[in-house]
């Protein structure tokens, strides 16, 4: 598997989920992908963006082009250095939330996405990782 | 005995008014975004701000800065400032407008000092100092302008975004569009609840068609403003949800609950009417051939 470009932008506050959207919309389409996974995509990265923002305290999307023989997509990649989650599994479970959302955020994301991959180490920050294909 | 760096300043300024001026002036010019200001315009404001500065030297010093005394050097650079942050020049290019006199007005300070070493090196001191303060300012103007401007441009999405419109007796419809976050929800269901009472309408159509993203967030306010419209009396219908959302939606694993949804504003404007007791009948006689409308009493 290969990156071929890559981009890094902050999610620092509200503004900057509005432009995590658009920045992904635009990667979304230069990979050709269709209306339903563009939107798919668009909307976990709007989850998870906030999610970065409102418990992690805010922290950066790095974007990545992949290329798998034929195969293109888009990466994902959310880091804060907020406190962390202490129980992922339970984080996972729709329904749960520790805030004021619908608790559907991380386990609708996954449902929307290709790849998922959440590390969290408490006291230190969460990375979440998700990754689309083109479907061809 | 060489004079102090503040009187030799205002001196040098003095005598040397026209040549300094036609330097900076210059020095604009080379550097001037093309199609941005003429040269006669560059060239009066450079005198404009250099007269300001000249006065403001000799009457109070070049210590105060922001005090009375440079009031018009201040309302000069406000007026630069402001129309090139308009013109979408960046902070560093409004800043270079001051900064660049460094160069004519060392040169004429170094041609006056003549052999004095020292003297020379306090007179640029100072007058680094006034100017480098300036240059502050005009940024902090610039950035302030900026921000009014942008300020202004968000009040202004929140107040076209969000019409409420009456669509029929009893019947309203909120075409939203755009970005759903937080502070433009809560807007949006202010002026529905409002629009609710005043009315006293039935049936409250959201349009969603301008609305690009679904996540559980713009869901939950969704939601949340659809209960509250219930507890006022009145049903919601949401509409405009394309397939691209709907799928989205199914995945995210929103539940709509027994909210009614309908695929375009249309439809449920159908439903509104017939919820509202009016029916829609095609005229026969083809004299009214865009079909007419008849309500019924319930």
Redesign the interface.
Known sequence: MLTARTERIAVRG?HD??NV?QVVRGWCLAVGMG??D???M??AA??IA?NTLEYGGGGALTIEELRDGVRQGVRLIFEDQGPGIPDIDRAMT?GYTSGT??G??L???K??VDQFDIASTPGQGTRVAITKWKAR | MPATPSRRLPRVLDERFDEILAAWTKEQTNGAKPGTASEGDIRARCSELLSAMRKALASSGADDVQGPAWAPVRDVLQRVSFIRAQQGFTPSETATFVLSLKRPLFEALRASAGNDAEALATDVWGATEVLDRLALFTAEVYMKTREELIARQSQDMLELSTPVVKLWEGVLALPMIGTLDSSRTQVVMESLLQRIVETGADVAILDITGVPTVDTLTAQHLIKTVTAARLMGAECIISGIRPQIAQTIVHLGVDLGDIVTKATLADAFKLALSRTGTTLVRSRNGANPTGSLTTTPR
């Open positions: 509200p989920i509005v959207r209306l339903v563009l939107t798919k668009v909307t709007s989850e906030r729709d959302g619908m559907l955020g386990g609708g994301t449902r929307l």
